[in-house]
Structure formats: structure tokens, C-alpha cells
């Protein structure tokens, strides 16, 4: 088979599409020399491997041979995996969304040779349909364009780069106040869009956007806003009750494709289980309602046997379709690994236990999903909680116990006959970034459950990338990692995501080493990345000939942004080392960002997070003594316990010592089990008692 220039790429992505007619290029300056020197505009293409729609559009448009004549007769094709390079992505995302108003992948993109976009969109299909232009269509009439209107063209990409740039380069530090008001202009614009019915936000598709509900639990911990928690509450609930989660294997599926959080798209994705594992324990934490741990867990446990590398890293997503039959390997369909007929379920169980996990999963005849988008579903079924245990424990005559007894019987049954289906494709390319954010889950997933299964795999992720992903010679963070290949210069991502879960591990074991490696490439971040002139972060280095905007992301979307995550480490580092540079740039960078705030509250949830470390003084917690006994032990998980959002945690070792140098002015004996509550740059006398201790926490 004919194989085009893919073929001696890494990207799960870029070799799905290794194979196809069409002459693909990956993105790189060779690639660009060809475009200039034939001058021919650029296809650029940019999807990810378990992106449902970019399976679609391979198979309709850049498997037709027809088609892939002329695309590659008109352009230069080049395709790109947006999770491998997020920053060409962001680029032309924020030039499609400018043009359309929209966006999404797989996108369509046609650039000048010099990389300036000109046309966009994300799905073409082949022919005229669901009200869009045919791709033979659109590439045929740009072909023209091109041809008897080059400088036109040029010009049109021209001016929509200078204004784009433009709109970057306005924003300036604002005189709006970093005040609660924007608290509460967010709780607000939050609370108008929230469904009280289902949970979660707006209609239609639903997403879960754990980004969200931190702003809310932070939001309620400062306030006592009870409204705030409900909405949490109710939502992580729903979503966890509805087909959006996995009720075999555990994990959450990418969104639910209707307001019920019924029907998903069954792609999952790293960066979700993490945020999600995160969200869960801190409702746990606020509520010490146990349910939301065991989500925690089982999707933890979920992460850690399915997407985990031997080495030590994890894998970024599993994808929404898979192989119908087995005898048919080309065949796929979304949601082929998950969903049920009724007969089959019954084929597998006793016949009381069918009657049992059908009504308590909501299993029809004719099925039960509501939307069906692809017209694949059928008669199948997804598995949802339609009838809670005690429901279900009245309608059979049992007892509540009995029943959530046969429904982890029949899961367990119906787990073995789903684990011999053909499996979703795996993208087991392992991104620094969400390695950053499962990190930080495991962390915390130790502090709540003590279990050091979570422990130890935070330690072999941190060495993973550590030993594979940081060039410690010219100190680089690198983004991507996928057999035995470490390559592209991490974004502001990367950094930041991995600097807070080396802080939170730090938080979890008080092993110094994770404190040093943060500091030190939070001094790396500073330097790539943060902006002298006017504050804030760029999304990668100032260098990247490449890169045609240089951007500084704030929207919290389904990732929380880097200048998000980036601030709150300045500021948790700042408290740390007691360094007011670090304060004065994380503040700095908040006023830069604040009308963004103010007048689009609900794009930056995260963000407000950071500014409510900023202006709420954090509790400094700082332990001392022989970290193996058993009183400090108890005093340390009292505070792991507890939720407080705002915090700094510490132990006074001898190595802390020299790099929080204001620990010694504090700590006078340290091997003393104690514990200081700073707070407002003053210190309570030392506790060890722990009733005492968690009247000064509260």
C-alpha cells in the first residue's frame, strides 16, 4: 500500500492518515519551502486520533481517490495532530473562530505559503450536506480564487493576521479592580445558565468543564453560598448517574450529546479523568459525602489500568469507536464497545438478576438512547442509573444491600464480556501536560485515601518525565513522548501544568526534590515565557518561527489555561519562599487579565481561582517533628481531610529550610510534633492537639 510522507511520523493521528491518496506533509519547514516553491496554498488540516469527525472526514473526503487528486494537484497538504502540537492549533483556531464564529475538529484550513489563513472551517463532507458546501466543491473554487486572484488572496490573509495580532497586542494592564465583584459578576453569569433539572450548564450537548465547579467550591468555601455547592453537587451526581460514565470500567466519556448527560460521545480523554478526579475529592472534602470519593476512585483505578505506560506515564485517550465485528475490521461505529442489546444482556445473566440490572440501568427492548447523531445506536443501550438502589431494592422485594450485591455481580459479568469485544483504538502518545494534571489527582487521591498505590504512581510519572520529556542540558521541557521519540518544545502548558503537580506532590510526601524541580522550572517558565513589558504569559517561547501568533490564552475551556494554572503557581511558590517578585507577577498578571474577567466572567473560572488565592491571605500550614509518628501522621491527615482552597502546606525539614529560609524564624524545634497555622503574615502558637488543630483550619 502507498504510503505518503506520515509514514515516518510518531502521531497516532498523522499515521492513521500515513495511507491515504492524498500526498499529506507534516508541518515543518521543509513542508514550507515546497509551498513557496510551487507556490501553492496550504491545506492544513488539524484533528487528533480519537476525534470522531476527523474519522469521518478521512473516510469520506481524503480516502476518495478523486477528491485526492485534485487536493493534491491545488495545495500542499499538511496535516497536524493538535494534541502533538497545540500551538499551530491555538493559532488557527482563534483565526477559524474569528472568521466563523465557531470552531472545532477536524479543522479545514487554507493558508498562504507563508502560513497566513485566508479560508477555514472544521467538517466538510464530500457533497453539498447538513447544510455545508461539498469539500470537491470548496477546494475547486479556492483553486480559482487562487489562481485568478493570488494577490487578493494574500492580502486577505494578510489583514486578518495584522488584525488578530492587533486584538492580541490591545490588551493592556486595565485599572478595573481585582475585587469580589468579579466574583460575583461570575457566580451570577453562572447561576443564569445553570439547569436545575439536570445539572450542568445551558442545553443540548453537555460538557463537563471541571473548571467550572473549582470556581464554585472556592466560591462556597469563601462565602457559605449554598447555592454554589448544590450546583456541584447535583451536577457531579448527574453526571456520574448518567451514560457519561462508564458504569463498567470507570472513567468519564468526553460530553454527553443531549441535556440528560444520557447519551456520550465516547471518546475519553486523560485531561478529563485527572480535572475530574480533582473536582470529586474536593466535593468529597466540602461535603464528607463518600459517594463523591468512590467516583474519585474508581475513576482513579480506571487511569491507572487502562491508560498507564509501563514505564510509569499515561497514555492520552481512548476512542470513541471501534470494530463491529471482529470478521470486519474496517468497520467501526461510535459507541460499539459500550452499548447493549437487552436480549444479550439476558443471554448473560440469571434471569432475576436481568430483571434487575435492567430496570436499574434503564435497558429497553428497543433501547433507550435518545440521540442517536451518527444513526448507529439501534436498538442498543446505554448503561445509566434510570432507578436508584432503594427503587430498585422496593420494586424486587430486597433489600438495598442485596441489590447493590447483583449489580456489582452482573457489572463484573457484563465487564468480562465486553473486555473480549475489539477494544477503541488507543492514542498512547504521552503529553507532558495531562501527565502534569494526573499527577496532581494522584496526589490528592493519596492525601484523601492514604493509599499508596496512588503515591507511588505520581513518583513514577514525575521520573517518567523527568527522564524522558526534560532536556536538562539546554533545560527544556518537551511536549510529547511516543516511542522512544521526545520531541516539540513544551508550551506554557507543559510548564505550568507540571510545576502544580510537582507542588502538589510535595504537598503529599514533603520530599523536597519535587519542591527544587518546581522552583526550577518555574524559573525556566518566567524566563520562556512571561511577558517583561506588559505581564501575563505567552503561550510558547518568545522564539518558533513557525508560530504566526503569539497568543496569551486565558479561556478555562475543557483544559484549564496555562496563565490560569501558571498564576496560582507563581502565588503558591511566592508563599513558599516567601519571594514578593512571584507575588508582584502573579498580581500583575491578574490586572492584565481582569477586564477579560469582568466583561466575560464565565470564560476564566479557573483564573478567579487564582485571584481568590491572591486576595484572600492562603493558611500556611507547616509541620514539624519525625513525619514517622504516628501523632504527626494524624495531625497531617486532619489537614488532608479538610478543604480549604487556600492553602500552603509545609514540613519544616532541614532541607526546607534552605529554601523557605523564613521557616527557621517560625520552626524553632523541629523535632517537636506541632503544627503553625500561618495566616495574614502572622502565626498561631503551634498545636498538637487535634481538636485545637481543627478549630484554627475552620
Known amino acids: 500500500m502507498k504510503s505518503n510522507k506520515l509514514i515516518h511520523e510518531k502521531s497516532p493521528y498523522l499515521l492513521q492518515h500515513s495511507h491515504n491518496p492524498v500526498d499529506w506533509n507534516p508541518w515543518n519547514e521543509e513542508t514550507f519551502a515546497l509551498a ?111 489562481i485568478n486572484k493570488e494577490k487578493d488572496v494574500i492580502e486577505s490573509g494578510e489583514k486578518i493576521v495584522n488584525k488578530l495580532s492587533e486584538l492580541i497586542s490591545s490588551r493592556v494592564e486595565t485599572t478595573t479592580d481585582l475585587s469580589k465583584e468579579l466574583f460575583e459578576n461570575a457566580f451570577t453569569a453562572i447561576t443564569k445558565i445553570y439547569d436545575d433539572e439536570y445539572g450542568g450548564f445551558g442545553s443540548g450537548n453537555k460538557f463537563p468543564r471541571p473548571v467550572v465547579y473549582n470556581f464554585l467550591l472556592d466560591y462556597f468555601y469563601h462565602t457559605k453560598e449554598f447555592s454554589a455547592i448544590d450546583m456541584v453537587t447535583f451536577t457531579l451526581k448527574k453526571m456520574y448517574e448518567g451514560g457519561m460514565y462508564d458504569h463498567l470500567s470507570g472513567g468519564f466519556h468526553r460530553y454527553s450529546v443531549d441535556s440528560f448527560w ?11 479523568q485527572a480535572q475530574l478526579i480533582s473536582t470529586y475529592i474536593n466535593a468529597y472534602l466540602t461535603t464528607k459525602n463518600k459517594f463523591f470519593l468512590f467516583v474519585a476512585e474508581d475513576t482513579a483505578m480506571y487511569v491507572l489500568e487502562n491508560l498507564k505506560h509501563p514505564e510509569g506515564g499515561f497514555y492520552s485517550a481512548e476512542d470513541a469507536e471501534s470494530v463491529i465485528d471482529i470478521n470486519e475490521p474496517a468497520v467501526k ?46 436498538k442498543k443501550n446505554v448503561l445509566f442509573v434510570a432507578n436508584d438502589i432503594y427503587e430498585t431494592a422496593k420494586k424486587f422485594g430486597k433489600t438495598p444491600e442485596e441489590v447493590a450485591e447483583i449489580i456489582d455481580d452482573s457489572r463484573a459479568k457484563l465487564l468480562a464480556v465486553r473486555s473480549l469485544r475489539p477494544k477503541p483504538h488507543l492514542d498512547d502518545k504521552i503529553l507532558t501536560s495531562w501527565n502534569g494534571l494526573i499527577i496532581s489527582a494522584l496526589a490528592k487521591m493519596y492525601q484523601v485515601t492514604r493509599n499508596n498505590l496512588f503515591l507511588e504512581s505520581a ?34 502548558e507543559d510548564y505550568a501544568y507540571f510545576i502544580a503537580g510537582l507542588i502538589d506532590l510535595y504537598e503529599a510526601c514533603f520530599d523536597t526534590k519535587y519542591l527544587e524541580l518546581a522552583i526550577e522550572l518555574n524559573t525556566l517558565t518566567i524566563d520562556k515565557f ?88 492562603p493558611k500556611e500550614i507547616i509541620f514539624s517533628g519525625n513525619l514517622e509518628s504516628e501523632k504527626l501522621k494524624a495531625l497531617i491527615n486532619s489537614v488532608y481531610d479538610t478543604y480549604i482552597p487556600n492553602r500552603v502546606l509545609l514540613y519544616a525539614s532541614d532541607a526546607l529550610k534552605n529554601i523557605s529560609k523564613f521557616i527557621s524564624n517560625i520552626v524553632s524545634e523541629s523535632k517537636k510534633e506541632e503544627v503553625y497555622v500561618c495566616e495574614d503574615y502572622k502565626c498561631n502558637l503551634p498545636v498538637d492537639d487535634l481538636d485545637k488543630l481543627k478549630s484554627l483550619l475552620n
Open 530 to 617: 512571561y511577558d517583561n513589558d506588559s505581564a501575563g504569559f505567552f503561550d510558547v517561547t518568545k522564539g518558533g518561527s513557525d508560530i504566526i501568533l503569539k497568543t496569551k490564552d486565558t479561556y478555562d475551556g475543557a483544559e484549564p489555561s496555562g496563565n490560569s494554572i501558571q498564576i496560582m503557581n507563581l502565588l503558591r511558590l511566592g508563599f513558599i519562599t516567601d519571594n514578593k517578585d512571584l507575588i508582584e507577577k502573579a498580581g500583575s498578571s491578574l490586572k492584565l487579565f481582569a477586564y477579560d474577567l469582568k466583561r466575560l466572567p464565565f470564560s476564566s473560572p479557573q483564573m478567579l481561582c487564582a485571584m481568590s488565592l491572591f486576595l484572600n491571605s
Open 459 to 492: 513518583f513514577n510519572t514525575v521520573d517518567f518525565i523527568s527522564d524522558k520529556l526534560y532536556d536538562k542540558i539546554n533545560k527544556t521541557l518537551l511536549h510529547r513522548y511516543r516511542d522512544g521519540e521526545a520531541r516539540f518544545e513544551g508550551t506554557i
Open 262 to 272: 444520557r447519551v456520550p460521545h465516547f471518546e475519553k480523554m486523560l485531561y478529563d
Open 36 to 146: 513557496k516553491k510551487e507556490n501553492k496554498p496550504i491545506f492544513l488540516s488539524i484533528g487528533y486520533s480519537t476525534c470522531y469527525w476527523c474519522h469521518v472526514m478521512e473516510r469520506e473526503v481524503f480516502e476518495n481517490e478523486d477528491i485526492a487528486k485534485l487536493m493534491n494537484e491545488y495545495f500542499v497538504n499538511i496535516k497536524v495532530d493538535r494534541e502533538e502540537r497545540p500551538d499551530v492549533d491555538r493559532v488557527y483556531m482563534t483565526a477559524l473562530q474569528s472568521m466563523t464564529g465557531a470552531g472545532g475538529w477536524p479543522m479545514s484550513m487554507f493558508l498562504t505559503p507563508d502560513l497566513k489563513p485566508f479560508y477555514g472551517a472544521t467538517y466538510i463532507p464530500p457533497k453539498a450536506k447538513y447544510g455545508r458546501s461539498g469539500f470537491e466543491d470548496v477546494i475547486t473554487q479556492i483553486h480559482e480564487v487562487w
Open 333 to 378: 461505529a461510535e459507541g460499539a464497545y459500550n452499548l447493549w442489546l437487552k436480549d444479550e444482556i439476558e443471554s448473560i445473566l440469571d434471569e432475576e438478576d436481568a430483571k434487575i440490572f435492567n430496570f436499574f440501568f434503564g435497558i429497553e427492548i428497543m433501547g433507550n438512547t435518545l440521540n442517536d447523531p451518527h444513526e448507529v445506536f439501534g
